[in-house]
DNA sequence: CGACTTGTTGATGTACATCAAGGTACGTGG
DNA sequence: CCACGTACCTTGATGTACATCAACAAGTCG
């Protein structure tokens, strides 16, 4: 246990909520709004390599993230570790804790990362008195199923080369979506075994294919920050058509 | 399109549901029974080989499966495919259609099917006005994100030996949880050409891999019949403890 | 300063894919 | 009825994309 936690006692204001103010999140009515700030039990840090969430474990929390990156994953009793998805702004962690009672995975930070953290009880509630919010928790599970599926196309279909220049473009996305990338730009926290780990290959393995997708010319990766310079060839790479935003329907 | 699709005539009624009755579902409450009643638009049967949705198009449908078996997949633009997990009776498909007006993925029939077949429109409603049906759809969300968390891993991380014995358990639990295993041994319709596209593996190697565990007498498969002959041998190749089931809390 | 993490490269091994062929069962049309 | 095609399973021969092992360099940290 060489990882600290401590709970923050200045909360950010969800009126004030930096995710709120990105266009990717919907507004909430003034009703939802109150049960939210309510709903609210505190926040939480966890700095870089801290676990949030432990396979096995019943926990009583619900996490958004707002600010920070983290990973999910699961381990074989030998010791072989597959990350199943990155989390990062404006994600929700622990639903699945919360239907099933124990986790079937972990969350560990990547860096410092800084979590709104909700009460678990309280999410019949949230299904019975707020349909638009649970509606919400219900897209965005849809919408991790969908990178699940992505992930497993890759993983079990994909070349080494073809798996990193998905992964690339994927986090490229991600970063986006929640505001951190600039023009193909964006700082990312992971590291190449951890890549690896991700696409189900060895990180020597991985190390080469990055550096030649980098001799290539359509990618850098240096100082924990990445650079698309050809998202057009990387996609060629991976054969497939460019997803288009999603934005939540209203109900 | 040489597969063909029927609007049957003939109902089942919802208070007959064969799903109803089995015991890992919940009994609805006589109000949301009443609404789901309403909410059903008909049935539909699909025969063997049938494409129940497609990547790429937005279904105005929904269905739960009510008899057979069907697979989710995706393929990569030379053919490869990649089959992300299995549809059995209880199953709810086209939750991802419905909230992001296209299918990622497409949706197979692997024998004949009988599905219930409900409206994308009134997902809202669904929402606003039955909060513990609400409830379900994301429980059934968030049983599927552990499956695929299952699959990634064992795609991404297991060998061919483990993944062959990690799906045997997994079909098994499944057919058990829908009623249709008798001491481990049940009826399955996937090939092993199908087997080898979940496990991103190829069918050459399957075969061999299948084989050898006959050969040890842990399985057999024969003639579409599954059997397993020895679970706790399978576990240990695996390298992971027994699941437990997982009843849907009430909220 | 040593200990550790992360990236990098070379040498070697192997678990898998691919290619090819043949076998059985089944259906379909002549 | 047979001839033919097709789907699925099976096995052997060969190739290769990856893993594993080993070593080292650069940076960071206590």
Redesign the pocket.
Known sequence: MSKKEKVRTRQVDCDACPLRAREAFRSFSDDDLDFIKEFKTGEQTVEA?GLILSEGVASPHLFTVLSGWGFRYKLLEDG?RQILNFALPGDFLGVQGAMFDAMDHSVEALDDMLLCVFSRERLGELFREHPEVAFDVTWLAAREERILDDFLITVGR??????VAFMMLHLCERAEAAGLCDDGKFACP???????DA?????????????SL?QAGLIS????TFHLKDRDALLEITGEEPEEAHPRPLI
Chains 1, 2 share one sequence.
């Open positions: 390599g072989r994909r070349t080494a080369r073809e798996k992971i590291t190449q075994n951890q890549m690896a696409l189900g290959i060895s990180h020597v393995h991985a190390n080469r294919t990055i550096r980098s990766w240096k100082d924990k």
